[in-house]
């Protein structure tokens, strides 16, 4: 059964630095899909990067990459250049390839990032 | 970007009442989800439906639940009779396919629902 967990409940960081998120994900598959996704103190839920697991290259979007380390079955979100509004809980999510396009999440991690 | 409406952003019923979660997801995606999140923690899966058939439940996705979308119209989620265990915020989602960028779940904003 899939399973995504992240350990990092919490993180603070000062403005304008980097900071790493960590996700380690559980399948039998061996293509799949990775995600993450931010919610807002609003509480909306906005996609921003995703990596497929037959790519080796790591995905990049703004200041959002990633890296992926499949050998680890890890993927850890890293955030270049943080910014206030970065602020926010985020989540890695995993699709198996095989399965019925069921979407699963981790905790989710809350990130402050002060001023 | 693409939007997914919710209605209504918040219900508050007596536990044993039945209740219709509405869902309106971005037109032409072809997958529908329902997600349960209490207190801003994890977002658990209940359910994805798609070609009018539920396609996986999660052990969450209680008897007293039901998914339906007819005719193409809203997306809804109903329990029935409701429990007080079932407050909480129900977020739907929904993606256009398999594949690439088509795999991207987009969010609505959530109906809190609260059972007293």
């Known amino acids: 059964a899939q399973k995504v967990t992240q350990t990092q409940t919490s993180i603070s960081v000062m403005e304008k630095t980097t900071v790493t998120m960590d996700c380690v994900y559980e399948?039998?598959?061996?293509?799949?899909?990775l995600f993450w996704y931010k919610q807002t103190a609003s509480g909306e839920i906005v996609f921003l990067i995703r990596?497929?697991?037959?790519?080796?290259e790591n995905a990049t979007v703004g200041h959002y990459s990633l890296n992926f380390q499949k050998p680890k079955s890890s993927i850890g979100l890293i955030i270049t250049a943080t910014q206030i509004e970065d602020s926010a809980v985020y989540f890695c999510?995993?699709?198996?390839?095989?399965?019925?396009?069921?979407?699963?999440f981790g905790t989710g991690t809350r990130l402050q990032v002060l001023p | 970007g693409p939007k997914v409406l919710q209605i209504p952003s918040h219900q508050i019923i007596d536990m044993g009442q039945m209740v219709t979660l509405n869902c309106d997801p971005v037109?032409?995606?072809?997958?529908f989800y329902w997600y349960k999140q209490i207190l801003g923690q994890q977002m658990e899966f209940l359910v994805n439906?798609?070609?009018?058939?539920?396609?996986?439940k999660s052990k969450l996705f209680k008897d007293q639940f039901s998914v339906e979308r007819p005719d193409g119209s809203y997306f809804t989620l109903k329990i029935q009779p409701t429990a007080l265990e079932d407050s909480a915020v129900y977020f739907c989602?929904?993606?256009?396919?398999?594949?690439?960028?088509?795999?991207?779940?987009?969010f609505g904003s959530g109906t809190r629902l609260t059972v007293l």
């Open positions: 989602a929904s993606s256009a396919g398999t594949g690439g960028s088509a795999e991207t779940l987009y």
């Open positions: 399948t039998q598959d061996s293509s799949y899909f």
């Open positions: 990596q497929d697991s037959y790519k080796k």
């Open positions: 999510a995993m699709r198996e390839d095989s399965n019925t396009n069921k979407v699963v």
């Open positions: 037109s032409n995606h072809l997958y």
């Open positions: 439906f798609y070609n009018g058939k539920v396609m996986e």
